[in-house]
């Protein structure tokens, strides 16, 4: 099955730092997408990004398909994007609409 | 965005007995819902996925007659946990898309099996 790799594992930030997250994927996608997932364990929808690039707010996210990587920037840091932030990849033809997740970045930010 | 709701967030059962986990898609039709498994500190790990009014299909690994899933109308699905035992305790979470669009995850739910 599609590997999905996501780099750092964990990550510890001053706050109002930048950031950059990785996720390698093995395979042709349909469709990416990068969530955080909250203490309480709920799942934040971030970007819906099968290709190019998407900005919301201090949040932005680029999709190079061809080359099968994604990252995720964080810009100006706060304490509340501490977490778990996972990339989730639908493989090319997998026909069900399966989202298959990455290995996750813990990021820390400390005041 | 959408909601998907998922209750209960938390339950404590009884080795032996059966536990029932709903997923609701509040505003949209859910062509398709999902149920994973969750470590800790660990990745999610696809379960099955559904669609509605057909049958399950399963991850190879994950055993369909103790993980019941139903997907009865394009707003609910539910996970039975059968027999459950002390190794079955996890979070649980769901997710639902309309169509390909983007997916939605429900809040989880946290069994523990005493």
Known sequence: ?111 | GAVVSQHPSRVICKSGTSVKIECRSLDFQATTMFWYRQFPKQSLMLMATSNEGSKATYEQGVEKDKFLINHASLTLSTLTVTSAHPEDSSFYICSAREGETEAFFGQGTRLTVV
């Open chain 1, 1 to 111: 099955g599609i590997q999905v790799e996501q780099s750092p594992p964990d990550l510890i930030l001053q706050e109002g730092a930048n950031s950059t997250l990785r996720c390698n994927f093995s395979d042709s996608v349909n469709n990416l997408q990068w969530f955080h997932q909250n203490p309480w364990g709920q799942l934040i929808n971030l970007f819906y990004i099968p290709s190019g690039t998407k900005q919301n707010g201090r949040l932005s996210a680029t999709t190079v398909a061809t080359e099968r990587y994604s990252l995720l920037y964080i810009s100006s840091s706060q304490t509340t994007d501490s977490g778990v932030y996972f990339c989730a990849v639908e493989p090319f033809g997998a026909g069900a609409n399966n989202l298959f997740f990455g290995t996750g970045t813990r990021l820390t930010v400390i005041p």
